[in-house]
């Protein structure tokens, strides 16, 4: 079955920095665009980017344009996001998404938290 898994949260002091990992396996890695999506405490769920199969591709969303990249390595089905110049703002659980069709989310790892605080 389809199982996606992220790692790397903690906690970060603001304008530091932390790397997300979603760790994949049930499904052909290569073949699928895979999302991060993050949900601030008492707030919805809020897109953070998209990476295409072939890793050629990024989309962000405006709030972390600039500060996070989105990688993947194909051939550890591992999917990635580089965190920098973290914000307090930034304070969320972070999931990893598998997406289906037209690039919707079908399969969601269970989350990762990170807090940005001094």
């Known amino acids: 079955q389809v199982q996606l898994v992220e790692s790397g949260g903690g906690l970060v002091q603001p304008g530091g920095s932390l790397r997300l990992s979603c760790a994949t396996s049930?499904?052909?890695?290569?073949?699928?665009?895979m999302h991060w999506v993050r949900q601030a405490p008492g707030k919805g769920l809020e897109w953070v980017a998209i990476?295409?199969?072939?890793?050629?591709?990024?989309y962000y969303a405006d709030s972390v344009k600039g500060r996070f990249t989105l990688s993947r390595d194909n051939a550890k089905n591992t999917l990635y996001l580089q965190m920098n110049s973290l914000k307090s703002e930034d304070t969320a659980v972070y999931y990893c998404?598998?997406?289906?069709?037209?690039?919707?989310?079908?399969?969601w790892g269970q989350g990762t938290q990170v807090t940005v605080s001094s």
């Open positions: 049930g499904f052909t890695f290569s073949s699928y665009a």
């Open positions: 998404g598998k997406s289906g069709a037209s690039w919707s989310i079908d399969y």
């Open positions: 990476l295409n199969s072939g890793g050629t591709t990024t």
